[in-house]
Structures are given as C-alpha cells and as structure tokens.
C-alpha cells in the first residue's frame, strides 16, 4: 500500500532563517506531488506541483521554492523566512487517471510552521 | 471569479438530519472531483471521488456532480456529531488539484 511520509510535524524558526521541509512516497511510482499551505480557518492554496522529476509548477509568487530531485521526494524550501511564511504545510500525492486527469490525492500528516 | 468555491458556513444540522454541502467550479475542463474532511488541526482526509455525472453513494455518504452546471454536492444523512469537521471540495484540473475553501459543518446533538 502507498504511504506518505512528511516531516517535522511542527517547527518554530526565526525570521530569515532558512527552511526545508521533505516529503517522501512510498509504494507507487511517478505519482504527481503537490505542496499546499493553509492559514488558519482558510482553505488549501496551492504553492507547487509536480508531475515528475525536476518537472515544478509554481502557483503562486513567493519566498518559497520546490525541488524534486527523485521520483518519489518533494521538498519545500526557503532562504530567508518571513513571518508571512507561518502556515500549516501539507505536501500530497495523486495518481494519473490518465487525459490529464488525476485519482484522489492523499495528503501527509503536515508541518505546522510558526516563524517568529 | 474563485476557481472553486464553496460557502464557508459554519453549517449546523441537528444530530441524525441531512447535512448538504455544495461547491462549484469554473473550469468546464474539470474531470475529477473530490469531497475531504479536514477535522482542526489535522490533514484532509478523503472521503468520495466522483468522475461522472449522477450520484455516487457510500455508506452515508452521497456525492453527485452535474458537469453542466459545474456543480458537486456532498451528501451526508444521519449526521453524527462526528461528522462535525471542514468539509473541502476538490476539483482537477490539468494535473493540478485545486482546493475549495471548506465549508464547516457543525452536528449538534
């Protein structure tokens, strides 16, 4: 079965420091990533995705970047935090249902992010 | 124009009622849909899939989309206060998911 693996759970990091969350898959092969944030009471914003090694799509304008160096690890980075940074951070994968078109996605436990 | 959208509530039913939670989106190229349940301060959890037109049943829980008026509901019958959690249509779109912005659903007992 496939799981999902992203750690830490929480964080608590100055302002300008820099940040690295990571992401695994296991159990399923190429599946498409995403990196999403919530802020509190808010939905989920998309930040990136990606449909296959070095392949990231940025959605927003932001502090943060995104990297793919193998199949199944997604990572969320950042130089300098802002405090607009804070936020709870899911990372997700889904498969590919085939014309574009995806099967559900399922998320990891999160990483809440508090920047100070 | 957001590109799902859906009421924020907070939704309040009395325990064993109907709960009916819907969503729209704007990209008729839209193929895939999706219902999560998010309880506070944990990640969505997946509760229906629904790819074509009509309803979809599982246990208490109904989905039905109609892709003419770009529309996806979320049916939940005898509502436990269980069920009390941030309900969130999702929608694919060329490879992306795009998430509304939950709506909250309350059961009182």
């Known amino acids: 079965s496939q799981t999902i693996h992203q750690w830490p759970a929480t964080l608590v990091q100055p302002v300008g420091s820099p940040l690295s969350l990571e992401c695994t898959v296991e159990g399923t092969s190429n599946p498409n990533l995403y990196w999403y944030r919530q802020a509190a009471g808010r939905g989920l914003q998309l930040l990136f995705y990606?449909?296959?090694?070095?392949?990231i799509s940025s959605e927003v304008p932001q502090n943060l970047s995104a990297s793919r160096p193998q199949d199944r690890q997604f990572i969320l980075s950042s130089k300098k935090l802002l405090l607009s940074d804070s936020g709870f951070y899911l990372c997700a994968w889904s498969g590919v249902r085939g014309r574009g078109s995806n099967t559900e996605a399922f998320f990891g436990q999160g990483t809440r992010l508090t920047v100070v | 124009q957001k590109e799902v959208e859906q009421n924020s509530g907070p939704l309040s039913v009395p325990e064993g009622a109907i709960a009916s939670l819907n969503c729209t989106y704007s990209d008729r190229g839209s193929q895939s849909f999706f219902w999560y349940r998010q309880y506070s301060g944990k990640s969505p959890e997946l509760i229906m899939s629904?790819?074509?037109?009509g309803d979809k049943e599982d246990g208490r829980f109904t989905a039905q989309l109609n892709k003419a008026s770009q529309y996806v509901s979320l049916l939940i019958r005898d509502s436990q206060p269980s069920d009390s959690a941030t309900y969130l249509c999702a929608v694919n779109r060329a490879g992306k998911l795009i998430f509304g912005q939950g709506t909250e659903l309350s059961v009182k007992p």
């Open positions: 990606s449909v296959g090694i070095g392949q």
């Open positions: 629904i790819y074509s037109n």
